[in-house]
């Protein structure tokens, strides 16, 4: 994707796009709780634990963003006659999104 042509946009409301960074950070913020219990050699549970939470939340910035781009996205383009690319290209991102 060298082209800027290539790169496909989306408008988001600033109330979600202000949600889902909140959650990012949020996240962000976990990772680097990881990285300090590491250092501290915690116990291997609790990281492990603190994984799985990072993980769930993750998936459920994931599960929002997939739903917010069948409702407009691919909703829109089934609208214009480009429904077949945007499902297809759908289908594609649930069957990266199921491998995690």
Do not use: P, W
Request: some cysteine; aromatic content about 4%.
């Amino acid at each position: 994707m060298d082209n800027n042509e290539d790169i496909k946009g989306t408008h988001r409301l600033k109330k979600e796009k202000d949600e889902l960074i909140t959650r990012l950070k949020r996240i962000e913020g976990q990772v680097r709780g990881i990285q300090n219990m590491i250092e501290s050699d915690r116990y291997c549970v609790d990281i492990l634990t603190q994984i799985s939470a990072i993980n769930a939340a993750l998936n459920k910035v994931g599960l929002h963003l997939l739903a917010d781009h069948t409702k407009h996205c691919v909703t829109d383009a089934i609208k214009t006659g480009d429904g077949e690319e945007a499902i297809q290209e759908l289908m594609e991102v649930f069957k990266r999104f199921s491998k995690s």
